[in-house]
């Protein structure tokens, strides 16, 4: 192989770095959007938050999204996932995060299901477990996809394109 091939892989290996880090700010933004303008985490005139924020949902926002993003930058090289468990365990941990930062009386569905009491005494108390459990959703979901794709790299750099067996041409037979 020449130079120029080897030069080539090169170029092509810093684009897709670049490719997964504009796919990775680009997720973030988006999940920050998402779970942050429901829940009244950014201010704007759609959703009017009725309960103060607690100081740990900004984090659990700004973690849900960094590593929403990093997730999702991992899709981007072309490599087949073994499983689509670790995008729907994202997804799934995402909508967790929503709940988890959200107002509790805001809830139509908390406020239903155990009314504007129980949304401050049963709901509001068990948020900061339901941020953590989805963000270990998302940790696993991230660690589940990076080791699926360290041990099973398919279609990458020096794998063939083509079947190859260890067993050379079948011997001939005396007839």
């Known amino acids: 192989m020449g130079l120029g091939v080897r030069d080539g892989g090169q170029r ?3 684009r ?3 490719l997964q880090l504009a796919v990775a700010v680009l997720a973030a933004a988006v999940v920050a959007v ?3 303008v429901p829940s009244a985490l950014l201010a704007n005139p759609f959703f009017v938050r009725m309960t103060p924020v607690p100081w740990w949902s900004y984090a659990a926002w700004a973690l849900t999204a960094l590593l929403s993003g990093v997730l999702a930058a991992t899709y981007v ?7 689509a468990a670790p995008g729907r365990a994202g997804i799934l941990a995402n909508v967790g995060s929503v709940l988890a930062v959200g107002c ?6 908390v ?13 509001a108390p068990i948020q900061p477990a339901i941020a953590a459990a989805s963000l270990a959703v998302l940790g696993w979901a991230l660690w589940r996809r990076v080791t699926t794709l360290r041990s099973c790299p398919v279609g990458g750099e020096g ?14 037979r005396d007839s």
């Open 12 to 14: 092509m290996a810093r």
């Open 16 to 18: 897709v770095v670049w």
């Open 34 to 36: 998402a779970v942050g």
């Open 77 to 83: 090289h072309g490599r087949a996932a073994v499983s």
């Open 104 to 109: 509790p009386v805001c809830n139509k569905l």
């Open 111 to 123: 406020v239903a299901a155990v009314g504007v009491s129980g949304a401050f005494t049963v709901w």
């Open 159 to 172: 794998v063939p394109s083509h079947p190859v067996t260890a067993v050379g041409p079948a011997p001939e």
